[in-house]
């Protein structure tokens, strides 16, 4: 999956990388995905995955006192793209584990990347209902 920007629409959240304020995350994708007009169902999936992708990404991260947490949604008329990146000083979660499969799952695309000491999970997920 490449990172485009589906439309213009973009909300960007940074967090402190640390479990308490994945809550924040979670609730951002619910409303966000509500807008969409996303079942509740989706909206479940999109915040679990959302869960899941964090869950993964914080291993990778050197010292979570220091670093945040960015996720970036990109809004379509129908989708709704996810890209939650940190700082990295580990390796990238591996595609074959259990976790990575749930969360591959519960969205339509989803990768992983490093780049430039940074690893990003992105995701999409579309609305059932698109088509």
């Known amino acids: 999956m490449t990172a485009q920007t589906m439309t213009d ?3 960007e959240l940074t967090v402190p990388a640390d479990g308490a304020y994945l809550s ?3 609730t951002a994708t619910a409303g966000l995905a509500a807008r969409l007009h996303f079942t509740l169902d989706e909206i479940e999936d999109l915040r679990i995955a959302v869960d899941e992708a ?7 991260i050197g010292n979570p006192q220091d670093t945040e947490l960015t996720c970036r949604f990109d809004v379509g008329p129908d989708s709704l793209a996810v890209a939650i990146s940190a ?7 591996d595609t ?3 976790a990575w499969r ?3 799952a519960l969205v ?7 780049q430039a000491g940074v690893a990003t999970i992105r995701m999409t997920k579309r609305r059932a209902s698109a088509g």
Request: charged share 10%; with cysteine.
């Open 54 to 60: 964090c869950a993964l990404l914080l291993p990778a």
């Open 87 to 93: 700082p990295a000083t580990g390796a990238l979660p």
């Open 108 to 114: 339509a695309d989803v990768a992983a990347e490093l």
């Open 96 to 98: 074959q584990t259990f």
């Open 24 to 26: 924040v995350l979670r």
């Open 102 to 104: 749930v969360l591959a």
């Open 9 to 11: 629409d973009i909300v």
